[in-house]
Antibody
């Protein structure tokens, strides 16, 4: 059974940092593009970043470029999101997501999400 | 940046009725379009990808159509569990960046 379990969310002050982790199991992690998608309270979905199977390609939504870094450790079946210079508008539930096997584009499995709150 | 516009914002129907949800792209996305269902407090679920392919385990009452800029998600006969928020999503050709529509809330009439 595919499982994606996020951790690392919490309350952080504006300008602070947080590192999210996602533990993957039930599939060959190193074979898939992976993504982070977020959802502000009561709002819609927003794609944040994705990463190629070997970590050689990474892409970001413009609003987080230069502040967030996506990474992965295939030996540990883990995905990460390092978030720096956090702003109030980064407050959201952050989902770890697996893309379809044939390439980046669409998410077929989602974690349960971890809430990040940026507030003083 | 490609913008996806979903309509209507809210759709009120009864169980057994047919639902038609629309998603329009600001420029062509070919067939790189997906539909997701999200219920309160849950993660989204993939329904349709590549505009018309049903994801694994998705009932046949869900179907997708369209290409280019105009797409439709059809639910042929609504079941009680189908009332939720639906999002369309596109992937840009390259680099692979994704954008979502603002969502359509399907509510019980």
């Amino acid at each position: 059974e595919v499982q994606l379990v996020e951790s690392g969310g919490g309350l952080v002050q504006p300008g602070g940092s947080l590192r999210l982790s996602c533990a993957a199991s039930g599939f060959t992690f190193s074979s898939y593009w992976m993504s982070w998608v977020r959802q502000a309270p009561g709002k819609g979905l927003e794609w944040v970043a994705n990463i190629k199977q070997d970590g050689s390609e990474k892409y970001y939504v413009d609003s987080v470029k230069g502040r967030f870094t996506i990474s992965r450790d295939n030996a540990k079946n883990s995905l990460y999101l390092q978030m720096n210079s956090l702003r109030a508008e980064d407050t959201a539930v952050y989902y770890c997501a697996r893309d379809l096997i044939y390439g980046p584009g669409f998410v077929d499995y989602w974690g349960q999400g971890t809430l990040v709150t940026v507030s003083s | 940046e490609i913008v996806l516009t979903q309509s209507p914002a809210t759709l009120s129907l009864s169980p057994g009725e047919r639902a038609t949800l629309s998603c329009r792209a600001s420029q062509s996305v070919s067939s790189y379009l997906a539909w997701y269902q999200q219920k309160p407090g849950q993660a989204p679920r993939l329904l349709i990808y590549d505009a018309s392919n049903r994801a694994t385990g998705i009932p046949a009452r869900f179907s997708g159509s369209g290409s280019g800029t105009d797409f439709t998600l059809t639910i042929s006969s609504l079941e009680p569990e189908d009332f939720a928020v639906y999002y369309c999503q596109q992937r840009s050709n390259w680099p692979p960046k994704y954008t979502f529509g603002q969502g359509t809330k399907l509510e019980i009439k």
